[in-house]
C-alpha cells in the first residue's frame, strides 16, 4: 500500500527546521558520492510545460521522481517515493508546498556554509510565494538583524515585509530601488522569474554572500556578468544541470567571464571536500536551479513521518507481483 498525502499533509508534518535538515542531508550525500541526481527533462507544448527530475538516495533508501506542469493557469507538482531495495512505490506527494520548502532550505544551506558567521543583513529580491521561505531559511541560519525587501509591486514587496516582520519577529522593510535590497546587506537573495539581471554587480560588498534561486532556464537571469566576473566562489546545486539551465552562468561563459572548472557543487562544500568561503572579504555565489535530491530528500522525510503518525489515504495500485 502507498499513502496519498495532500500539501495540507505536508505543512501538517513537515516545517523549514526539518526541510534544513533533509536538505543538508542531501547536499552531503551528493558531495560523498552516493546520490545521484538526474537533470530536469521539460516537455513542450503550445499550451504549457511538463517537467520531470528525478534522483536516488540509497544511503536513505529512496529513490523517486517529481513531475509538474506549469500553464498560464499556474503549476501543479506531484513526487513519487520508492523503495530502492523493494522498488515499490511508497507514497505519492502532492508537493507544492514541499518544494517551496526545499527550494528556501537549499538557500538556507547555501548561507549557512558560505555566508560569512557574523552576516546579519539580508537583501531579498522577491515577493512571490516562494520569498517567504527564503527568509525564513536563512532566518535559521543566520542572526538577522535587517532584512531589506524590493520587487517591482510595492503592495507585493509591503505585505512580504508586514507577513514576515510578524512571524520571524525581525525589522523587514520594503525598499523602493534594487539598490537599496544590495549596499550595505551581507547577505543577497534573489528568488524571481526576471529575464534580466536584478542588480549592479558593482554595488556588492566585499564579503557578500548571493544566492540567486529563481533562474532554472537559459531565457532566465538574475545575476550580471559583473557580479559573476567579481565572485570568488561559485557554487550551483547540480554542475550537469547548471551547464543546460543556468543562464547566468552560460551568459558569462559565453562573454569569457567564467571558466567553469571555477565552478563547484555546494555538496562539496557541504561534505568538506573544498571549502565554501577563504576569508571574510571574499564574495561567493549559489547560482541554483532546484534538483530532485532536495524534492527526494524532503519527501522521504514527509513520509516516514506520515507513516509514523498514521496520516494520509493508503492507495492500492499493484498487486505482490508487481503488476497493475
Known sequence: MALLLTRHDVTRLVDMTAALEAVETAFRQQGAGSAVNEPRQRVRQPQGILHLMGAALPELGYWGFKAYTTTRQGAHFLVSLYDTASGQLLALIEANTLGQLRTGAASGIATKFCARPDASRLGLFGSGFQAEAQLAAIA????????????????????????????????????????????????????TSSREPLFDGRWLAP?????????????????????????????????????IESGELLAAYERNQLNWQRVRELGDAVSGLVPARGGPDE??????????????????????????????????????????
Not at 532554472?216 to 547548471?242: G, H, P, W, Y
Not at 536551479?289 to 494520509?312: F, N, P, S, T
Open 140 to 191: 535559521a541560519v543566520r542572526p538577522l538583524t535587517e532584512v531589506h525587501v524590493y520587487s517591482r509591486t510595492p503592495e507585493h514587496r509591503e505585505h512580504v515585509a508586514q507577513t514576515m516582520s510578524s512571524r520571524l519577529g525581525l525589522t523587514v522593510s520594503p525598499v523602493a530601488i534594487p539598490r537599496d535590497a544590495v549596499a550595505g546587506c551581507d547577505i543577497v537573495t534573489t528568488i
Open 283 to 324: 564574495i561567493t555565489l549559489f547560482a541554483s536551479q532546484g534538483i530532485a535530491l532536495w524534492d527526494i530528500a524532503l519527501a522521504a522525510c514527509v513520509y516516514e513521518r506520515a507513516r509514523d503518525e498514521g496520516v494520509g489515504q493508503e492507495i492500492a495500485l499493484f498487486d505482490a507481483t508487481g503488476a497493475g
Open 207 to 243: 564579503g557578500t554572500h548571493i544566492n540567486a534561486a529563481g533562474s532554472n532556464a537559459l531565457i532566465r537571469a538574475e545575476v550580471d556578468t559583473t557580479t559573476i566576473a567579481r565572485t570568488d566562489r561559485i557554487f550551483v546545486d547540480d554542475k550537469q544541470q547548471a551547464r
